[in-house]
C-alpha cells in the first residue's frame, strides 16, 4: 500500500472516530479538519472528483472498521467461474460487499447466483485477506475480502445487473482482471484449493 494512501486513510479513521465520540466543539472542529486533510490528499494522489471522494471516502459515521468484501470461488472441470464486470469491462471473481442480515457464506451464494446464474452451495473459507498486501489500485476504503468455496449444484450461465458475460477459465488462459476486486495470485490462490483441498486457510 502507498504511503500516502495509508496515511490518508489513517487520517480519516483518526477524524471518523473523533466525530463520534467527542463533545467538545473545538475537537469536533479539529477532527473535521482532519478528515478534510485526508480528502486533500486522495485528492491529489487520484483522479477522482472531489465531491465523489466525499461520498465514498468521508461519508461514513462511528467508530471506522475495514469493510467485508465476499467472493465465491467455484469450479467446474477444472476451470474457475468468472464473470465479466459492467463497471470496467473486465473479468472477477462472483461477489461483493458484505450484506447486513446475511453470513459470509449466504453472501457467497446469493452474490454467485445474481452475478452468474448459477445456484452454489457454500463448502469452505479458504483465505481472508487484507488488500493492503496485494497489489490492487488504491482504494478509499480498508478492506478485508473473504474467499469462499462453492460447489456448482445447477443454474445456468446469466448475466446479472452489474454482469455482462458468464464464463469458466482456466489456470492459464485467464482474461483481463478487473484488478479492484481479484488478482491473478489470488485466482492462483484458488486454483491452489482445487488442487490440494486439505490446505488450510490463507489470511492476510
Request: proline share 6%; net charge negative.
Amino acid at each position: 500500500m502507498a504511503k500516502w494512501l495509508k496515511w490518508a486513510m489513517e487520517l480519516q479513521a483518526i477524524a471518523q472516530a473523533g466525530l463520534e465520540y467527542s463533545k467538545d466543539v473545538f475537537d469536533l472542529e479539529r477532527f473535521e479538519m482532519i478528515r478534510e486533510l485526508s480528502l486533500e490528499i486522495m485528492e491529489e494522489y487520484t483522479d477522482v472528483e472531489p465531491e465523489k471522494l466525499r461520498e465514498l471516502f468521508a461519508n461514513e459515521t462511528g467508530y471506522a472498521t475495514p469493510k467485508v468484501d465476499v467472493r465465491g470461488i467455484v469450479f467446474s472441470e477444472g476451470k474457475i467461474l468468472l464473470v465479466k464486470e459492467k463497471a470496467d469491462g473486465k473479468w472477477a471473481l462472483p461477489g461483493g460487499w458484505g450484506d447486513i442480515g446475511y453470513s459470509p457464506s449466504e453472501v457467497a451464494v446469493k452474490e454467485v447466483w445474481e452475478e452468474s446464474g448459477y445456484v452454489v452451495e457454500a463448502k469452505r473459507l479458504i483465505a481472508v485477506i487484507d488488500k493492503k498486501f496485494h497489489p490492487h489500485p488504491p482504494s478509499p476504503y480498508y478492506i478485508y475480502k473473504h474467499f469462499i468455496l462453492c460447489e456448482l449444484v445447477g443454474g445456468q450461465a446469466t448475466t446479472g445487473i452489474e454482469t455482462s458475460d458468464v464464463q469458466f477459465f482456466a489456470e492459464d488462459a485467464l482474461p483481463p482482471l478487473s484488478l479492484g476486486r481479484n488478482t491473478e495470485s489470488q485466482i492462483q490462490l484458488a486454483f491452489k484449493y482445487l488442487h490440494n483441498p486439505d490446505e488450510p486457510v490463507y489470511f492476510d
